[in-house]
Nanobody
Framework: QVQLAESGGGLVQSGGSLRLSCAAS????????MAWFRQAPGEEYNFVAG????????YYADSVKGRFTISRDNAKNLVYLQMNSLNAEDTAVYYC????????????????????WGQGTRVSVSS
């Protein structure tokens, strides 16, 4: 069982920045693909960004490319989401997700492909 805990959400003005963190409770963190999803009111979970177990490859939703950066520190069991140039459309609850993927290429992009989820952290962007 893997427990995930997000932090770093809050209220920010349009154009501002936030950095989300996700701490994972597993000794095999380097074997897990990690991703961030978000859910706005009345909407489904949407993929935001993902990173392969080694950190070599990253993937982004078109809506956040060039503004968000995902990274991980396998020594500390942490994954980050740096969010810049935030706008009102980024307002949502952001969830960290993990899926065990040793020796596999690529990255799952659908929420149902991730077994472990955090409780979420709310990001609100005021216009």
């Amino acid at each position: 069982q893997v427990q995930l805990a997000e932090s770093g959400g809050g209220l920010v003005q349009s154009g501002g920045s936030l950095r989300l963190s996700c701490a994972a409770s597993t000794s095999s963190f380097s074997l897990y693909a990690m991703a961030w999803f978000r859910q706005a009111p009345g909407e489904e979970y949407n993929f935001v960004a993902g990173i392969t177990p080694s950190g070599e490859d990253t993937y982004y939703a078109d809506s956040v490319k060039g503004r968000f950066t995902i990274s991980r520190d396998n020594a500390k069991n942490l994954v980050y989401l740096q969010m810049n140039s935030l706008n009102a459309e980024d307002t949502a609850v952001y969830y960290c997700a993990a899926q065990f993927r040793p020796m596999q290429r690529g990255l799952p992009l659908a929420n149902y492909e991730y077994r472990y989820w955090g409780q979420g952290t709310r990001v609100s962007v005021s216009s």
